[in-house]
Nanobody, 123 residues
Framework: QVQLVESGGGLVQAGGSLRLSCAAS??????YTWFRQAPGKEREFVAG????????FYADFVKGRFTISRDNAKNTVYLQMNRLEPEDTAVYYC??????????????????WGQGTQVTVSS
């Protein structure tokens, strides 16, 4: 059974850091991404990584604060989030595609989704 399981969310003060994890089981994907959805807003792309060579891509609003990475041995993708702001409050989702998506930030490009993990940043 193919699964993506996120963990690492929580409550943090503005300026703090969190590291999210996405553990994949059942298969290895070519492209992994993080999306987020705040209350009343559309789900938006945050960051992505190509599994084969760790090539990364980011949404503009990340502004160098977030870093996506992977661990081959654990079949896990991480999102290190630094200098968090209240505007980063959202449910964060891991999403993956069997193929390389050519840096796509479109939700429809990703076939597999995790259940989400809540990130809350207090001011």
């Amino acid at each position: 059974q193919v699964q993506l399981v996120e963990s690492g969310g929580g409550l943090v003060q503005a300026g703090g850091s969190l590291r999210l994890s996405c553990a994949a089981s059942g298969r290895t994907f070519s492209t992994y991404t993080w999306f987020r959805q705040a209350p009343g807003k559309e789900r938006e792309f945050v960051a992505g990584i190509r599994w084969s060579d760790s090539s990364t891509f980011y949404a503009d609003f990340v502004k160098g604060r977030f870093t996506i990475s992977r661990d081959n041995a654990k079949n896990t993708v991480y999102l290190q989030m630094n200098r968090l702001e209240p505007e980063d409050t959202a449910v964060y989702y891991c999403a993956a595609a069997q193929r390389w998506t050519y840096y796509s930030g479109q939700r429809t490009a990703y076939d597999y989704w995790g259940q989400g993990t809540q990130v809350t940043v207090s001011s």
